[in-house]
């Protein structure tokens, strides 16, 4: 009960804090650094007048979400690109670009109607009182086969470290701390200390540090500020170009498919007073997925990515083609938490993360 207490009070208190910034940066469409963005003035990079969902001879319904300029874009990208929102009578208002710590509130209060996020803080979110579920699996790890540039995250060292191997690196520390971005709970810390486990290594040695974004960790790892530095498929080809050495990825977790997997999700409220419109984004998301992970598709992908985000990209994040939600893709996220201490044993069940009336198995 303190567990959940504290984390109710955490989630409050981000509301309270930053709730008056979340609407002012949606509406002026600016980070909070002022930095232009396109979302409040209509996305126009990404709408296309031969995709109009008025055309598409169904309803339409207006669906929110912050501006993406960053690995989680692709579906987004190729939905508007496609056409797929449109074919659906979804029309997604993008409103202005958010740090990762003013999503959920942004969701919760309103400003925005969706998001995305890994099964590990859809959890502790919901662990902390916040009302929403996931209605459709986004990401996932892709299956033995698929080439490893969309291996849902790589881990970097620099070649001034003078190491090639995690092994090498934990022997040359002597004990102290390993540095490594993330902020937990999210994919960063949960595939390194999956990582760690599975190569026989004490997670205990990982002190994680927060960073905003890929790139922001990647340059403190180049000025020797953290060890080791993870990062996303969009990303891997700046760190490559850039020198440095990979020492493990998510093949190395033993996690499988699981590696990867996060829900698109929305308030119980929502899901609750608009399930047609939830019904035309799980198909318009799902379409697009399809079509991501569809090879002939892979480099029209990869450049749309590129041309998006403004980074020279090599590859894009792998996506869930299947159907329903599969509980080993699920469980492990739960079981980490528990592990870690973050939820009591049998606090969450998958089922009390997710809601199966949008995207069934058969």
């Not at 990582?195 to 040695?205: E, V």
């Not at 049998?346 to 058969?362: A, E, R, Y």
Request: hydrophobic share 35%; with cysteine; aromatic share 10%.
């Amino acid at each position: 009960m303190a567990i959940e207490n504290k984390k109710r009070l955490v989630i409050l208190s981000v509301i309270a804090v930053i709730g008056i910034g979340i609407g002012t940066g949606s509406y002026f469409g600016k980070t909070k650094k002022g930095i232009d963005i396109e979302g409040a003035a209509g996305f126009k990079d990404l709408k296309s007048v031969s995709f109009d969902p008025a055309k598409s001879g169904k309803p339409v319904y207006t669906i929110k979400t912050d501006t993406k300029k960053n690995c989680s874009s692709t579906p987004w990208v190729i939905a508007e690109k496609k056409g797929f929102f449109a074919e659906e009578g979804i029309n997604v208002e993008y409103t202005g670009e958010l740090t990762t710590a003013q999503v959920l509130p942004s969701i919760l209060n309103g400003t925005n109607n969706v998001s995305t996020a890994h099964v590990n803080q859809v959890a502790t979110f919901i662990a902390g009182g916040a009302k929403i579920k996931g209605v459709t699996i986004g990401g996932s790890e892709p299956v033995e086969g698929v080439d490893d540039k969309y291996h849902h995250m790589k881990y970097y060292v620099s070649p001034k470290l003078g190491v090639k191997t995690l092994e090498e690196l934990i022997q040359k520390k002597k004990g102290e701390k390993i540095t490594i971005n993330g902020t937990v709970p999210s994919c960063t810390t949960f595939l390194a200390t999956n990582a760690f486990d599975h190569l026989g290594f004490s997670r205990n040695q990982i002190k994680f540090v927060a960073f905003d974004s890929d790139t922001a960790a990647l340059q403190a790892n180049q000025q020797g500020n953290i060890d080791i530095v993870g990062v996303h498929p969009p990303f891997y080809k700046l760190a490559n170009d850039s020198g440095l050495i990979e020492i493990f990825d998510t093949a190395d977790t033993g996690l499988g498919e699981a590696a990867g997997t996060t829900f698109y999700y929305f308030t119980e409220k929502f899901i609750k007073e608009n399930p047609e419109a939830i019904q035309g984004f799980v198909k318009a998301v799902k379409k697009a997925q399809a079509w991501i992970v569809d090879t002939k598709n892979e480099e029209e992908a990869i450049q749309l990515t590129a041309d998006y985000i403004g980074q020279p990209v090599n590859a894009v994040h792998y996506y869930y083609s299947g159907n329903g939600f599969q509980d080993k893709l699920i469980q492990p996220w739960i079981d980490d938490l528990v592990v870690s201490g973050a939820l009591k044993k049998d606090q969450l069940k998958v089922s009390d993360l997710i809601v199966n009336d949008f995207d069934k198995t058969n």
